[in-house]
């Protein structure tokens, strides 16, 4: 009745018309935004396209566009590109672009995003539970009630919404300012996530210094692999958030088998995910991820495996990590700056710096 | 320049988006309605008692959660000296999640009766089935309504932080949100009082009955046909006083006849019979209608000779085989007089929804589905109803999911639909196998009762 987002149900997914997995050639770029404009009315004309005859209306109607057209979207992509090449950046232009063309979809649930929406069921609780590990005696109704938590590249807000709702308050960023006003228009209706839930448009650069060490919790869920300097991102992430806070990461593993399913069939074959999302060459292994974070002084606590099943549309745990993983990590507590640790934390900053001293890089693969 | 590019494209889209294909009407109320997390639309038994489970729930602290009733606050100061004639059987299932908020002490601090056994029998042939919990636990709880109402009432006054409760209150008209999601469009649905005030909600849970409006409003198609019965309640005093634990149950061919327990010299009679046989049980007087009880248990009239054979060789046949499963019949306590005004008629029909949810709409109760009362089931799926809806939504909670989100709702819809239709579909079964005299089906139906009161695992399987 309402399935959707899994095999069967494919709404406008075919917006490259070129689609290796790696950078976009020059010819591609063009037809992405005005492909983006000509394609609203073919995504809602046809509730329930048939696959191949998306592909076909979207290929003559890229043909049709005019010149005028392609020269203000050329000037577009080049003040675009050189708005980013002055500052030293973790974002990636390509990969705005190609979240820019869907800003609009994020809140379907059934829709494109379906399986970010259902990966809500385990990274959720994932976060949540590690938080309350934390929290002595928690609010019932409000379990992470005054946890502060920052959601980097939160897209429409759909992990930064369920955290609003436990009792957190949440700053979300994100680069592509169509997500965060897709993503504030959403929460504008509920007037509890209003107060609780902040959004901005910036880079995590570009807040490092304004937010030092004022996070409990930062989430980078499903970012990692989307971003140019992996080792500078994690190192702000590490920046803004307090001794002892934790970092929580979900990425897609570098493998053979994450080439043959996350790529090849995910997006070239079943469509579950649109093309040109991601790269495998960006693609994070947790032994690299986990070596980049010990070196920045963050605990690796826990890494584990994530699955997808394309036809149920849910996600489950899994003790194999080589498709999707989530992992949490703990900042050490020893604080950089002079600013007061709560007292819940002294007890944990000290059991953490014990733990790191002996065991310098062994992680916990916690068997779920 | 980038920036208004991109936004002439999302209005250009906008623009699409808006013409309707699907018809969605645009709410163009104020932007200062409350919220509710959960409005729950009908005030009954198994309305009030959802509102309670969720108002005591532990995830739900955060919450604000509406019940809308259409009729007058029922203040119960006293207890009355007379017995109410509308009663239920509340199973033992029910009697927990009463108990998971509280509402089953007041019940127990009042009245009610508890019960060890069930008779159920054919008028027909001598074939016999008797329910009984081998350890002695109670199979049941004959609670006046009245009672369970009050009981409920009294806990959710305890939560009226949470819970708020409007009396006299009916909603004319529910919108919905649209399918799509849409820049300036609330995603709520919106309710809209008699007097005119408006609320806006995350999930709307219909539970007002089986003329559900909120079932009617979100255009959910609803299987359902009329019997050709009523049933006459009424309060009848016994003869004499007996421990009075059992629940009797006679299939007569004209409908099924119920008595049960309410105190040692007190029951409850459910009589479900044509209409017009049961216009005239309601009007005949007093004694005529005593005679007409009890002849209705205790006559033989129906039986046949060829019938009484047969079963007697099953019976012979199981008596040999499993000595122990061989039920002698026994006689339901005779009646001596009935409760003045207290006989009521009213109509029976089936009804099944085809969906019990719908995006932000869940049905539960009798709005989802309308069963024969010849099994005692109608308010105990409800309660099961409750169970499951509100397990959902609780740990949807937990998880800070968006209540109205169909991923956890059709969870409930699936975990349900199943239960309910079985029930159902055996409910209406045996209520047409036992509407005829017809030899073929008393013979069938007469074996089948003997078989199934000799295999134990089938009766438990009943759920007694």
Known sequence: ?368 | MAARLVSRCGAVGAAAYSSPLVSCRRWSGASTDTVYDVVVSGGGLVGAAMACALGYDIHFHDKKILLLEAGPKKVLEKLSETYSNRVSSISPGSATLLSSFGAWDHICNMRYRAFRRMQVWDACSEALIMFDKDNLDDMGYIVENDVIMHALTKQLEAVSDRVTVLYRSKAIRYTWPCPFPMADSSPWVHITLGDGSTFQTKLLIGADGHNSGVRQAAGIQNVSWNYDQSAVVATLHLSEATENNVAWQRFLPSGPIALLPLSDTLSSLVWSTSHEHAAQLVSMDEEKFVDAVNSAFWSDADHTDFIDTAGAMLQYAVGLLKPTKVSARQLPPSVARVDAKSRVLFPLGLGHAAEYVRPRVALIGDAAHRVHPLAGQGVNMGFGDISSLAHHLSTAAFNGKDLGSMSHLTGYETERQRHNTALLAATDLLKRLYSTSAAPLVLLRTWGLQATNAVSPLKYLLGF
């Open chain 1, 1 to 368: 009745m309402w399935g959707g987002g899994k095999l069967g149900s494919s709404g406008g997914w075919f917006l490259r018309v070129l689609g290796p997995g790696g950078r976009n050639t020059k010819a591609v770029r063009p037809l992405i935004s005005s492909v983006y404009v000509k394609n609203q009315l073919s995504w809602i004309l046809q509730i329930k396209p048939g696959v191949f005859n998306e592909y076909r209306t979207m290929w003559f109607k890229s043909y049709r566009m005019t010149f005028s057209c392609l020269n203000r979207i050329k000037s577009f992509r080049y003040r675009w590109a050189r708005l980013y090449s002055t500052s030293q950046t973790t974002v990636d232009s390509g990969e705005v672009k190609t979240f820019l063309a869907l800003a609009h979809k994020w809140w379907d649930e059934q829709g494109i995003y379906a399986p970010l929406h259902s990966m809500n069921d385990l990274r959720v609780p994932f976060i949540r539970d590690n938080l309350l590990k934390t929290i002595p005696n928690h609010q019932p109704g409000k379990p992470l009630f005054g946890m502060k938590i920052l959601d980097v590249g939160c897209g429409g807000g759909l992990l930064t919404e369920p955290l609003g709702r436990l009792g957190a308050s949440v700053i979300g960023i994100d680069p592509v300012d169509e997500n965060i006003k897709t993503a504030q228009c959403h929460k504008s209706f509920d007037p509890v996530l209003d107060k609780r839930i902040e959004y901005r448009v910036c880079s995590l650069e570009e807040i490092v210094e304004e937010t030092a060490e004022t996070f409990d919790a930062v989430v980078a869920s499903e970012v990692v692999e989307h971003v140019i300097d992996l080792e500078t991102f994690l190192q702000c992430c590490c920046q803004v958030l307090k001794p002892s806070g934790s970092l929580f990461i979900t990425t897609i593993n570098k493998t053979q088998l994450s080439y043959a399913l996350g790529i090849v069939f995910s997006e070239q074959i079943a469509a579950i995910v649109p093309k040109g999302t991601h790269t495998w060459e960006k693609f994070v292994s947790p032994e690299t991820l986990e070596s980049i974070l010990e070196s920045n002084g963050l605990s690796v606590q826990t890494v584990v495996g994530m699955l997808y099943n394309p036809f149920s549309g849910y996600w489950h745990w899994s003790e194999n990590t080589s498709l999707n993983y989530a992992a949490h990590a703990v900042k050490s507590g020893v604080q950089e700056h002079p600013m007061s640790a709560e007292f819940a934390f002294k007890g944990e900053a000290e059991e953490l710096q014990a733990n790191a001293c002996t065991n310098p890089a062994v992680h916990e693969e916690l068997k779920k």
